[in-house]
């Protein structure tokens, strides 16, 4: 017997069905309530609304727990390479190494992009942000693949777009550096595996060689696989919104782009290391800027701090907190900032402010120490965490589509004016 629950409005009881999910999660499924009752639910801020059922993440916020198809983001982060994690999510298993070397040739094919673009980079100011730019380069793709927009696309086409995005991001990404510091681009070098061209294309300097460095290789991995995915996350729902409206994928993803952009969500990793530093500079007391983020007539608040989901701790910034503990002491690299992280992090567990609302280190913590020892500038750091996110994104657009899901399309409870008649510029 299917499984309901009671709804109670002026004196009117409906019942409505609940779901389960697959880990115990439970749902009240309220899309007849308007149509029975005339009410809608009101949650701002979607604190307490599924808009979708989903399986590729699990993410449980109390335990701390995020697993992707059912894998631990532990020993996906520990065994796997960011292209491998990247097949797992958009088609939903871990490929066989046929199906890999299949996957990465495809990819490899396809990381080139269009002469023409670099004419679109030669039109922006040198300082412009990289993230603005990221989001008017992967807009315009669609320029220049129309067949894209062709919501009726068959599903090899559909995969070939996938597949360009995954394999254009990183080509993308790197030419955004070189153009911020006024050097050529580099090509991508198809002979290297997807971690490493992405960092020779944006590290080799055309004259020289550039020694791509495993200790390297294994951090960006790891650092891409824990960006991968994160369920119903801002800049997902909106990829998801927009895709609603069978809008093509480069313009989604785009949009999704732009809502990580923000310093809430993934412009965190960049607003992280600026406030550290500033921290640094005015003599690095961790206390003093704690007791900033506690004063409500105080606007700062501590970056890289809080989730809306999780409430016992973020296992990335578990897993990204000791890598880089091991990558700055592999690399040498001896960054004041990464004590004062510490320190924060000490004084924040230990006090109340914190521990009464569940606040800790999310994955944005930590995350821009690493690229900054790989030798990233700041304005890059949320461009990366895009990189990272694009498989997620891919998956959650495929679901969406082959779950043929309906437009996105919120209610709201108007709260302005009630009618009234227009009145004469002359006489107001
Ligand atoms: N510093 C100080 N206080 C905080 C912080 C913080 N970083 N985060 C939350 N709080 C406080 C709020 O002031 C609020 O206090 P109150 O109950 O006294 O009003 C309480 O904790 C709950 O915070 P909300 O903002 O209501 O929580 P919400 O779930 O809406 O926001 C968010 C989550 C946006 C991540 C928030 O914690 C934040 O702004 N953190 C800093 C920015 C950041 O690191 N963003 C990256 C998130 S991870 C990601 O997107 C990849």
């Known amino acids: 017997m299917s499984e309901t629950a009671c709804f109670l409005l002026d004196g009117n009881e409906i019942e409505l069905p609940l779901i389960r999910g697959s880990e115990g999660e439970t749902a009240v499924d309220i899309s007849t309530l308007r149509s029975k009752t005339g009410a809608i639910t009101l949650d701002i801020g979607y604190k307490n609304t599924g808009a979708t059922t989903s399986a590729i993440t699990f993410l449980d916020g109390e335990k701390g727990i995020l ?29 066989n190494k046929q199906q890999y070397e299949q996957f990465e040739t495809e990819v490899r094919r396809h990381t080139l992009v269009n002469e023409d673009m670099q004419n679109i980079f030669k039109a922006w100011p040198t300082k412009s942000h990289p993230m603005g730019q990221l989001t008017a380069m992967i807009s315009s793709l669609s320029s220049f693949y129309p067949e894209c927009l062709d919501p009726n696309q068959s599903k090899e086409d559909q995969k070939l777009t996938m597949i360009r995005l995954v394999a254009k991001m990183p080509t993308i990404s790197a030419m955004l550096y070189k153009k911020s510091i006024g050097h050529p681009v580099v090509y991508p070098n198809n002979s290297l595996d ?69 310093p809430l969500h993934g412009g965190a990793n960049q607003q992280v290391i600026e406030m550290l530093e500033r921290i640094k500079s005015d003599g690095g007391d961790a206390t003093k800027y704690i007791n900033k983020a506690k004063d409500k007539d105080d606007s700062f608040r501590l970056m890289g701090f809080g989730h809306r989901v999780y409430k016992n701790h973020d296992p990335r ?23 004062i992280a510490k320190k924060l992090e000490e ?65 709201q409870i108007y709260t302005g004016y009630a009618p009234r008649a227009f009145v004469p510029m002359a006489n107001r």
């Not at 910034?317 to 004590?339: E, H, Y």
């Not at 996110?389 to 899901?405: F, H, I, K, S, Y």
Request: proline fraction near 4%; charge should be negative; include cysteine.
């Open 67 to 95: 697993r992707h198809r059912g894998y631990s983001i532990e020993e996906l982060a520990n065994n796997s390479c960011f292209l491998e994690v990247a097949y797992l999510l958009i088609f939903g298993e871990l490929p």
């Open 194 to 262: 997807y971690v490493s061209n992405f960092l020779n294309m944006t590290f080799k300097h055309i004259t020289e060689d550039y020694e791509i460095d495993p200790i390297v290789v294994e951090a960006m991995n790891k650092l891409l696989i824990l960006h991968a995915d994160h369920e119903q996350n801002c800049s997902t729902s909106t990829v998801r919104m927009v895709g609603s409206s069978n809008a093509n994928l480069y313009s989604c993803i785009s949009a999704g782009i732009a809502a990580l952009w923000g």
């Open 317 to 339: 910034a578990t897993i990204i907190k000791k890598s880089c503990d091991d990558i700055l002491n592999k690399l040498g690299v001896n960054d004041p900032v990464f004590d």
């Open 347 to 411: 004084t924040a567990l230990a006090d109340s402010y914190f521990i009464e609302r569940k606040l800790f280190p999310n994955v944005d913590f930590y995350s821009g120490i690493i690229y900054r020892a790989i030798g990233f500038p700041i304005e890059m750091f949320t461009v990366l965490f895009a990189l990272g996110r694009l498989p997620g994104w891919v998956a959650q657009w495929r679901e969406m589509r082959d779950q043929n899901q309906p437009i996105g399309r919120p209610r």
